[in-house]
């Protein structure tokens, strides 16, 4: 991006351009700092910063403002129970939003108000959370902490501003392994008001769901252990912070992408030379999952649905729990080639799905070559703004729990609803330093908010922006966020059985 700028500033410009360039984009940047400051609103240093981090604004193409019809998005959602077709012949019990898995998917442009009129026709309460979005927090879908449940027979009607732009989505957020688990749960996208530079030719998003047998309470029964193999030979060395858990049970049976387990996932058409934009969203219950795709290049470009600083080429990506990834990749090789899931028996319990070029529906699908490495890109490679303040309030969190089989996860030694609150006024930047002392992943979530990695294993770094980090065994991370948006919030595992385990802590705005 920046070289892009400076190509544009010494190559194509005239002096007398380059100088208004100039001095425009630094009259932007004392314009935006001013109205930060003299703004009440302690969030208003978000579009500032983006500003700051994305210079490229001030010289890219005129932006692209989106038509404006209408800035109210209306959308009804009705819960219900279906007999779902995983596959040909593989009917299950589940839960879906209008009558299909995954529920539909929501767009809008942010700043619009998204209103969902939602119809509980379960014989049990549901809610939903809308994950990424800084919903005010009675519309955050936390039953009793921030809304009552949506009794059945009841409905609801969310309301909130779309934002901030991205790759969201939504969930039910009561009983969630047998409600999230099966079924119920769909992308929101808010697309940005401006865009800047080529859009890509075409995008896919990919709802990849996590499958388990479920008892009448709710609870997953006992996981089978999975085959290890897939990642040997495909990931060797540069594994970075990712952990190959070889002897991990696959606590499925079965991995879909859009309510399909390959190989009935629709394949995804392309054409050669296009650049293809993959919204990927790890809607499942437990498991941490890794991608790949068969001969191309995958280039991360937001995480979360929050752009990255500067892409991030990528051999394979990684998504623990809730988390998501925005990867692009040019069509150069036609054929018919497979995305698939890296982790040990993901792909074998049909997390993979075909990518195929316009007139070569007919080619045998084509995989990894034996051997391949290929390196997943990590946090330590994703960079956001620069980091500048100090927090004004510091917690520390070990994660811990799980041990002797015990059913127990814990925030500091204790299980919510026992975990200390996390304290906070209006205004503060809050940094949570977070320590995984356990042998598992925990993709932390955090509600309403929008965090920044500020520091991995004690070095300080500018990272990402986010609102899942996904902690590997015995990681250390510390992020912060801005305490903006008044109202109860949780911060939890997305592990959806850590979470029942306790693995959650709420903050509270005093
Ligand atoms: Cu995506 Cu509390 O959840
Ligand atoms: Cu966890």
């Known amino acids: 991006m920046v070289e892009y700028l400076f190509a544009l500033l010494n190559d194509r410009l005239r002096p007398r351009w380059r100088r ?42 005129p932006q692209r403002e989106r038509p404006l019809p209408d800035r109210l998005r209306e959308f009804n959602l009705t819960v219900g129970r279906v007999r779902w077709e995983l596959a040909p012949g593989r009917v299950v019990d589940a839960y879906a ?6 529920g539909p998917v929501l767009r809008a442009v942010e700043g619009d108000t998204v209103r969902v009129s939602v119809t509980n026709t379960l014989t049990e309460p549901t809610t939903i959370h809308w994950h990424g979005v800084a919903v005010p927090a009675g519309m955050d879908g936390v039953p009793e902490l921030s809304q009552a449940p949506i009794p059945p027979g009841g409905s609801f009607t969310y309301e909130f501003v779309a934002t901030p732009a991205g790759t969201r989505w939504y969930h039910a957020h009561v009983n969630e392994q047998a409600q999230q688990g099966h079924g119920l749960a769909g992308a929101l996208i808010v697309e940005p008001r401006h865009t800047e530079g080529p859009q890509p030719d075409r995008e896919y998003v990919l709802v990849m769901g996590q499958w388990a047998a479920v008892t009448g309470t709710g609870r997953i029964a006992t996981p089978t252990l999975g085959r290890s193999g897939d990642m040997d030979g495909m990931m060797g060395g540069g594994m970075g912070n990712m952990m190959v858990k070889a002897s991990a049970p696959v606590s499925a049976d079965a991995f879909t992408i859009n309510g399909k387990t390959y190989p009935s996932t629709p394949a995804l058409t392309v054409r050669q030379g296009e650049r293809v934009r993959l919204r990927l969203i790890n809607a499942g219950t437990t498991d941490t999952q890794a991608f790949a795709l068969a001969g191309h290049k995958l280039r991360l470009t937001h995480s979360d649905g929050n752009p990255l600083a500067r892409p991030v080429d990528a051999g394979a990506v990684t998504l623990g729990v809730g988390e998501r990834a925005d990867v692009e990749f040019v069509a150069v090789h036609p054929g018919r080639w497979q995305l698939r899931g890296l982790m040990p028996g993901h792909a074998d319990h049909g997390l993979a799905i075909d990518v195929v070029y316009a007139g070569h529906e007919g080619d045998p699908v084509r995989g990894f070559s034996p051997g391949a490495t290929l390196r997943p890109a990590t946090y330590a490679d994703f960079t956001g703004p620069t980091h500048l303040a100090l927090p004004d309030r510091t917690y520390e969190l070990t994660l811990s729990g799980g ?16 975990t200390e609150p996390l304290i906070v006024r209006r205004g503060e930047r809050v940094r949570l330093k977070l320590f995984n002392m356990s042998m598992v992943d925990h993709p932390m979530h955090l509600h309403g908010h929008t965090f920044q990695i500020v520091g991995i294993g004690g070095r300080p770094v500018n990272g990402p922006l986010k609102d899942t980090l996904t902690l590997h065994p015995m990681e250390q991370y510390e992020i912060e966020f801005v305490a903006n948006n008044p109202g109860r919030w949780l911060f939890h595992c997305h592990n959806l059985v850590h979470m029942d385990g306790g693995l959650m802590a709420e903050i509270q705005y005093r």
Request: net charge positive; glycine share 12%; proline share 9%.
């Open 97 to 102: 939003y209008n009558g299909q898995i995954p």
């Open 20 to 61: 208004v360039l100039l001095f425009g984009g630094i009259g932007a940047l004392v314009l935006g700092l001013l109205g930060a400051m003299l703004s009440s609103r302690p969030d208003a240093w978000t579009p500032f910063l983006s500003l700051v981090w994305r210079p490229v604004h001030a010289v890219s193409p």
């Open 403 to 418: 041990m002797m089989g015990s059913t127990a996860w814990t925030i500091n030694g204790r299980s919510y609803p026992q």
